[in-house]
């Protein structure tokens, strides 16, 4: 949290020279680091390069009018407190400031004084400011559903691994079957990290077409494209001093796999439909459930950004290799669902875990929580029993044996058991794959089309 006491960022705004250089040798001997800019060009270049805690704008700007500039200031740098200054003080232009955005007004002449009131003042409202964000981003980062302790090594060594590369800026990629908790250790990282009280942002790689997915990660200019009405600061932006979370990698369009390669590389990328590099200081962590490697070897993904985020892997297990762990997070999920719920619900029936424990899972940790959370919705005793279990589980031998070779099933059931006891048998995709004589890429499409539905 930035304090008084910090070393401050500050932009001064000023036609004038000597103006200029009253100000800075102010704010410099409080200990700030100031930038100057004599025009709207210098100020809106100076925000792009680099972030800044407070700038101070003259109104009278020469030819361009300080209050015109200032909501091109917020644009370019959202959340920047701006304090006005000018010799023509008057109530009109303050309100009209204040309205505009800015955080202060101060009239000139102004003593050393006056300044650092205002410097504290700001100091004060963002440090509140960057507390809230941070107590939400507790409270989000941490829902209580959240349990990760296990009793599985293969678990454990994974968490160690994350817990040891929490702190430092490394980039990571974290990989793992759908729903194997992938999210919910990029949020752990980003909550053990250096960065925990600025944002942690999502994005998720395959919900938008190419084009759309540019504009969100990088943000766009107006008039960029048909539709953008307005400026709009993209993800990067938002995520600056914390951690973007790139979910399913693997569906970044080639087109913006450089883009975000520069990003990593410099810490510098452009918004779609403007020139100018921006910088931004976001640390990456990348999360997928399909073999990278098989996508870099079919041209699909760069080697080079496949290289780059893959500094330090970590696997999550599926949930059918880590046995030991279904029934005690079954358990965890109950409470707090029946927490949640304000139901008296307090635990399942021995057939009702039974199943639990026969299940293989394939839709991993998120298959567990919606069938738990089913559960106690359903219930009208103090236990979920069987009957308030999905389908699947019900059926004899946990899920896995009604569908018998020359029973009453059709080939489409009977493929999706022959894949899902192939997949729990064997150690990897990959291997699976190989076991089922099809490329991993039809696998991974046909088990997607399984899972559909589970979230
Ligand atoms: N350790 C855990 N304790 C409780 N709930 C968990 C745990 N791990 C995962 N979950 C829950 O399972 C669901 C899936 O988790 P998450 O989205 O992190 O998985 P994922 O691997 O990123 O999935 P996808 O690849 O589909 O994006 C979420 O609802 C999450 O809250």
Not at 3 to 29: C, H, K, M, P, Y
Not at 30 to 45: I, P
Not at 173 to 179: K, N
Not at 324 to 333: E, K, N, Y
């Amino acid at each position: 949290m930035q304090t008084s006491r910090g070393t401050l960022q500050l932009l001064v705004i000023d036609d004038e020279a000597s103006l200029r250089r009253t100000i800075r040798i102010a704010l410099e001997s409080f200990g700030h680091t100031v930038k100057d800019a004599a025009n709207r060009a210098q100020a809106l270049e100076a925000l792009r390069a680099q972030r800044f805690d407070l700038a101070f704008l003259d109104l009278k700007l020469g030819p361009e009018k300080g209050l015109e500039l200032l909501p091109e200031l917020l644009a370019a740098a959202p959340g920047l407190h701006v304090v006005i200054v000018t010799a023509h003080a008057s109530l009109d232009t303050a309100i009209e400031a204040l309205r505009k955005g800015a955080f202060d007004y101060l009239p000139k002449p102004f003593t050393p004084n006056q300044l650092r009131l205002a410097l504290d003042r700001s100091a004060l409202v963002r440090g509140l400011r960057d507390r809230v964000a941070a107590l939400e981003e507790q409270v989000r980062q941490l829902p209580p559903e959240v349990e990760l302790d296990s009793a599985e090594p293969s678990v454990r060594a994974a968490l160690d691994v994350a817990f040891q590369v929490a702190p430092t800026e490394a980039t990571v990629l974290v990989r793992g079957e759908s729903g194997t908790g992938k999210g919910v250790l990029a949020r752990e990282l980003h909550a053990r990290s250096k960065r925990a009280a600025r944002p942690f942002v999502t994005v998720h790689c395959p919900s938008l077409s190419a084009d759309l997915l540019e504009s969100d990660l990088f943000g766009h200019a107006k008039g960029a494209f048909t539709g953008a009405v307005a400026d709009k600061i993209g993800k990067v932006d938002v995520a600056d001093g914390g951690t973007l979370f790139l979910d399913e990698i693997g569906d970044l369009p080639l087109a913006l796999q450089p883009k975000l390669l520069r990003l990593i590389q410099d810490k510098t990328y452009e918004r779609v439909g403007e020139p100018a590099a921006r910088s931004a200081d976001v640390r990456i962590v990348a999360a997928t459930n399909r073999p990278l490697e098989v996508e870099v070897r079919t041209g699909r993904f760069r080697e080079d950004l496949f290289y780059r985020l893959n500094v330090i892997e970590i696997t999550m297990p599926a949930l059918r290799q880590r046995r030991g762990d279904v029934l005690p997070l079954a358990r965890h999920l109950l409470r707090f669902f029946a927490r949640q719920s304000g139901k008296p619900v307090t635990g399942f029936t021995p057939e009702a875990e039974a199943a639990l424990d026969a299940y293989l899972w394939p839709g991993n940790v998120r298959e567990l929580r919606n069938a738990v959370e089913r559960g106690v919705i359903l219930t009208r005793e103090e236990r979920v029993g069987l009957e308030h279990m999905p389908g699947q589980l019900t059926a004899a031998g946990g899920g896995a044996a009604r569908v018998e070779l020359g029973g009453p099933v059709t080939l489409e059931a009977l493929e999706a058991e022959h894949i899902r006891r192939v997949v729990a048998a064997a150690p990897s995709l990959d291997e699976a794959a190989r076991v089922l004589g099809i490329n991993p890429s039809t696998l991974y499409r046909k088990r997607q089309r399984e899972l559909k539905g589970d979230a």
